[in-house]
Structure formats: structure tokens, C-alpha cells
């Protein structure tokens, strides 16, 4: 047992129902409690899909236990044929049907339905959702596809993306381009998009572009090893990630390596002079592995950040992004504990994360400006506009991305500045991070700022530090003046700077911190 109150994957089958929305004419039954189908609220209200997943439950009942559970998945199965006669069904269980050992892919095959199906055996108690599509895919191009004659042009499959992708759908939009400006051509698009006869023609391509090793490596590797078909290794995501696909691509298939920049505006704004307060800002990301590793070198090699820490959720990608780690300098840490991600987030006191919808809360309560960059993502992340994250237009959509949350250099030299204004002082905080915060009524004859009426939660220093912090067991007290000049520093580098001091003052074996230790502490540090 384990006690969990967030997730950043869900159940395995989710999964599969990814694969099986994403894609047309494919049906999924799943053998699942009353209650499973809260997972059609992902698609229809996140993703906001104009109709229901293509998914029939057995949804069984308390009462359905004393009787005959294996005939209830069948009645399911024959009725959701009957009814939506898809190209080929998947079947499977849910966590709660997985105990009760129905067999789903036995009955299926037993019932001989005129269309294939292909059964799914995913273990809910040991693995998660990305594995679950991974697999799903991995299942359903083995059952179908075949080796077949090559297309005449030169052309590839684009796999990986999926239903419920954070960016997915503009990301095929830009990658399909990107090949066009290469004279080679898209085979089949799978899952989203693809239908079982596309699946059956996935051999005709000349090699597979793996989007995102999450959701499609397994399929992949098995098209390497039974059609022959290479995959490709790199991450088109930032300007070094499109250039070294764009080179990859043009060897796999014998073509000139074409890249049209003129939309490209990423490393002339980063160049700009108004870019210059970006240099070294230290930045923490975590999210899925594909997407922490090459935003990791996004943040380093274009827009001139230091990478303070990076992880991710994603066992399977545990491997690469420790490697991205040792390049960068610092450990991955390699969890899908949200609490072990926030302790490591406020140990290394960045002032930017790139995370996934736990990190924006994560950093709402350190008050750290944090931009979203992977999966799990809540409706804001399925935008209306056209915003890839691969690609050309990927990397300008990146470079805003990833500034906006700061403050903005002029703002940041204000707030500093004009400490005591009204409208810049340290309380009101930026605007996107709900920086009204209700001010204490003035008091009495007093005019100007009031402190917030809850703790500021960006207001990192005035946390105490407890056991297992920085300083370890030693209590270390602030003096009012030492924590009046440390309110001094941006609030940026605020945290870091106290974390620094009370480490500092902790190893001399001091318990308070004067204004000279602050001084101290710092001109260690900068030696
Ligand atoms: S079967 Fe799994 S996903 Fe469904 S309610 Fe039970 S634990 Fe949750």
C-alpha cells in the first residue's frame, strides 16, 4: 500500500483508451466496474472531444459478483460489435476485473466475431497509463501490420501520438510539414488518426519517426526488427533537437537535409538584449522523460539558463534522462512521489520550473514562477490556437513559453527599486500568479502596502526551516535585521540566498544570523 493523493499517471487501461480514441474504427471493450467510465470525462471535457471515447464497459455491479461475470463481458462484446461493427476491437480488464480473472481476450477469441480482436494484458498493480498505450499500440500493429511494398516516394510513419497528448495534434500538424519541406511524405500517422487498414499498411513507409518513445517505442522496435523499418532517436523539440532530426531523417532516407528557418524566431530573441537578465536563471524540470530531456537542453543551449535539477515520473525513460542529468551537471531524480518532486524542487530553490499541472501547484505555494511543459495537464494545456511543441513554430511557441512567467527584466528591476510602491511592493506578486492577494485593511493612519492577509506564498524565506532542511538539525533564528536586509534581495533568488546563509551559519556552529552573517555567507559563496 502506498499513500497517494496525487498521480501524475493513471491506471494502465487509460492507457489503451488513449490508443483507441485516438484512433477511427477501432472499438475497445473493457471488463470494468460501475463507475470506470469517469474516464470519458478525459476526453470529452480536457481534450474536449466532440464525441464519446469508443469504449463499452461491462460496468458490473456489486450484485453481478454472485453471477456470471465472464457472460456479462460477453453480452458486452456482442452488443458493442453489433452496434459500431468497427475494423477490429481490443478487449481487456480494469484494475477492480483484473481480480476477478474473467479472461476478456479468451472470450473474444472464443466468440469468433468476424473482425480481429486483440487481446490486452495489462497488469494495473505494477504498471501505468504510458505503459498501457505503449503496449496497446505495441499489440494492435503486431496483430495488423504486415510487410508490404514500399511507397514510391520517400515517406514515413509518424508514431506516438495519441489521444490526450499534450501537444500532440499540433505537433503532427508541424513535424508533417517539416518532412514535406524535405520532399518526404507521411505513410500513416497511428495511433491518432489511424484507422486498422492504415495500421495493415504501416510496412509501405521507409522508416517510422518515433514522436514520443512514451506511447510508440515498443511498436517501433518490433516494425525494426519484423518490416525492417529504422526508427529515429532524436526529439525535434528546440532548434538543436529539429536540426539534428532533420539531419537524422535526411540519412535514413537518402534525402537532402532541407529546414526552412524563416518562421524561426526562437535564437534571435533569445539573443536579444532584453534576454541578457535570462542568462543563468536557474531552472528545475520534471515532467515525462522525452519532453524533460530535451527541454533540459532547450533551457541550457538556447536560452542560456542553468539547469538547478531535473527527473521525471516515467520509469521506462529512467535511463536517458539520467543521461541528460550527468550532461547537465546535476542528479535526476527518477519519482512519481509529487512530495519527493517538491522537497527536491525547494532544496534546489530554482526561479523557473518546466513541470506538468502538479509542478504549477508545487510552485504556486513556493510562489516560483513555473511553466508547463509535459503531461499531466489540466484544459488550459489543449488550447484552442495552433501551439506545437516540435518543430519551427515549436521553439518560438517554447521561447514564450518559458519567459512569461518570469517577471519581465524591467518589472523585476521594480519591484526591487520601488520595494515600498503600492502597485510593485514585494506582496503583490506578478499578476498570472493570482497576485491580488486581499491586503490587510490599512491600519489605522497607515497608508501604502499592508503584508497579505495569508502568509505570501511566494515569500519562500519566510518559511522556517525544520528537521532535514539545509541546516539540518540546528535551529538557526533570524535577527530582525538580518531577515529585514535578506527582504532586501529579489525575491527570486531570495530562497536560495537564505538556504545559503543558514547552511553557512548551521556548519560554524551558529545559531543566529546577524546582518554580517547574511554578508559573510554571501562572500563565501561567491568565492
Ligand atoms: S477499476 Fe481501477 S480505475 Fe476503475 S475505479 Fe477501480 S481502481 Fe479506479
Not at 518513445?213 to 526529439?235: H, N, Y
Not at 529546414?259 to 530573441?269: A, F, G, I, N, V
Not at 532547450?298 to 539558463?305: I, K, L, N, Q, T
Request: charged share 25%; glycine share 8%.
Amino acid at each position: 500500500m502506498k499513500l497517494t493523493v496525487w498521480t501524475y499517471e493513471g491506471p494502465p487501461h487509460v492507457g489503451a483508451m488513449r490508443v483507441a480514441t485516438a484512433m477511427r474504427d477501432l472499438h475497445y471493450v473493457l471488463h470494468a466496474p460501475q463507475g470506470d467510465t469517469y474516464a470519458d470525462l478525459l476526453f470529452t471535457m480536457i481534450e474536449r472531444r466532440d464525441h464519446r471515447p469508443p469504449v463499452t464497459y461491462t460496468t458490473f455491479k456489486e450484485r453481478d459478483l454472485g453471477a456470471d461475470t465472464a457472460d456479462l463481458f460477453r453480452r458486452s462484446c456482442q452488443a458493442a460489435y453489433e452496434r459500431f461493427r468497427p475494423e477490429a476491437m481490443i478487449v481487456g480488464a480494469s484494475c477492480t476485473a483484473e481480480l476477478i480473472q474473467d479472461d476478456p481476450g479468451g472470450i473474444a477469441e472464443r466468440m469468433g466475431l468476424p473482425v480481429p480482436v486483440i487481446a490486452l494484458d495489462l497488469p494495473s498493480y505494477q504498471r501505468k497509463e504510458n505503459f498501457g498505450a505503449d503496449e496497446t499500440f505495441y499489440r494492435i500493429a503486431r496483430a495488423l501490420a504486415r510487410p508490404c511494398e514500399k511507397t514510391a516516394r520517400p515517406s514515413v510513419n509518424l508514431i506516438g501520438p495519441t489521444a490526450l497528448g499534450f501537444r500532440h495534434r499540433d505537433d503532427v500538424t508541424e513535424l508533417t510539414a517539416l518532412l514535406s519541406d524535405m520532399g518526404v511524405e507521411v505513410n500513416v500517422c497511428a495511433p491518432m488518426g489511424a484507422t486498422p487498414s492504415d495500421i495493415t499498411r504501416l510496412g509501405a513507409a521507409h522508416a517510422n519517426v518515433l514522436m514520443y518513445p512514451e506511447t510508440g517505442e515498443s511498436a517501433c522496435r518490433w516494425m525494426e526488427r519484423d518490416l525492417g523499418l529504422p526508427f529515429t532517436k532524436s526529439i525535434p523539440i528546440g532548434v538543436g533537437g529539429v536540426r539534428d532530426f532533420v539531419a537524422e531523417v535526411a540519412d535514413l532516407l537518402g534525402v537532402a537535409p532541407g529546414l526552412d528557418t524563416d518562421r524561426l524566431r526562437l535564437p534571435w530573441y533569445s539573443a536579444s538584449v532584453d534576454s541578457t537578465y535570462l542568462t543563468g536563471k536557474r531552472v528545475f524540470l520534471f515532467g515525462d522523460g522525452t519532453h524533460v530531456r530535451a527541454m533540459a537542453r532547450v533551457a541550457r543551449d538556447e536560452m542560456g539558463f542553468e539547469v538547478a535539477g531535473m527527473g521525471c515520473y516515467n520509469r521506462e525513460q529512467a535511463r536517458a534522462v539520467r543521461a541528460v542529468a550527468t550532461e547537465m551537471g546535476v542528479e535526476a531524480l527518477i519519482t512519481d512521489d509529487y512530495l519527493e518532486v517538491e522537497a527536491a524542487i525547494e532544496a534546489a530553490a530554482p526561479e523557473l520550473i518546466l513541470g506538468t499541472q502538479m509542478e504549477r501547484h508545487i510552485g504556486k505555494r513556493l510562489g516560483i514562477p513555473c511553466a508547463v511543459i509535459s503531461a499531466p495537464v489540466h484544459v488550459q494545456d489543449f488550447p484552442a490556437r495552433y501551439a506545437p511543441v516540435m518543430g519551427i513554430e515549436g521553439a518560438n511557441v517554447l521561447f514564450d513559453t518559458l519567459v512569461h512567467p518570469l517577471v519581465m527584466g524591467l518589472e523585476e528591476h521594480l519591484l526591487t527599486m520601488f520595494r515600498a510602491d503600492p502597485e510593485f511592493h514585494d506582496a503583490a506578486g506578478p499578476s498570472h500568479h493570482g497576485g491580488h492577494a486581499p491586503l490587510v485593511a490599512a491600519e489605522e493612519g497607515g497608508a501604502g502596502p499592508r503584508a497579505p492577509v495569508a502568509e505570501s506564498p511566494r515569500d519562500i524565506s519566510a518559511k522556517k526551516t525544520e528537521g532535514g532542511g539545509a541546516t539540518g538539525a540546528i535551529e538557526v533564528v533570524w535577527l530582525a535585521a538580518a531577515e529585514r536586509e535578506l527582504k532586501k534581495i529579489p525575491f527570486f533568488v531570495r530562497g536560495k540566498a537564505k538556504r545559503n546563509t543558514e547552511a553557512f551559519a548551521a556548519a560554524r556552529g551558529e545559531t543566529e544570523i546577524s546582518v554580517d552573517t547574511l554578508y559573510e555567507a554571501k562572500a563565501h559563496y561567491a568565492r
